[in-house]
Nanobody, 113 residues
Framework: VQLQACGGGLVQAGGSLRLSCKVSGVNFRLYPIDWWRQVPGKERELVANISDGGTTHYADSVKGRFAISRDNVRRTAYLQMNSLKPEDTAVYYC????????WGRGTLVTVSS
């Protein structure tokens, strides 16, 4: 199982980014996907989750600003991030659990004030 996350970058506060997580080696449509983030020196935080059926959950800190989605044909999950704030600055990871956790490499999002 491999997860490839991309789409991070530098953006000004109030801007938007869309992260992508392409999955291979597993029947993608059967598994929930998480997006997590981590700031150096802090614990990794769950940002959003989408079930195999498309049900979504969000951390309170991103509700109304972020949207998680999935394209089962492309085997890709997305995280649309709008109204970005400096406190959203982190490395973002996607995760799939199949017996154990499989993590993507992470993509850095930097939001300048």
């Amino acid at each position: 199982v491999q997860l490839q996350a991309c789409g991070g970058g530098l953006v000004q506060a109030g801007g938007s980014l869309r992260l992508s997580c392409k999955v291979s080696g597993v029947n993608f449509r059967l598994y929930p996907i998480d997006w997590w983030r981590q700031v150096p020196g802090k614990e990794r935080e769950l940002v959003a989750n989408i079930s195999d059926g498309g049900t979504t959950h969000y951390a309170d800190s991103v509700k109304g600003r972020f949207a998680i989605s999935r394209d089962n044909v492309r085997r890709t999950a997305y995280l649309q991030m709008n109204s970005l704030k400096p406190e959203d600055t982190a490395v973002y990871y996607c995760k799939l659990t199949r017996g154990r956790d499989f993590w993507g490499r992470g993509t850095l999002v930097t939001v300048s004030s």
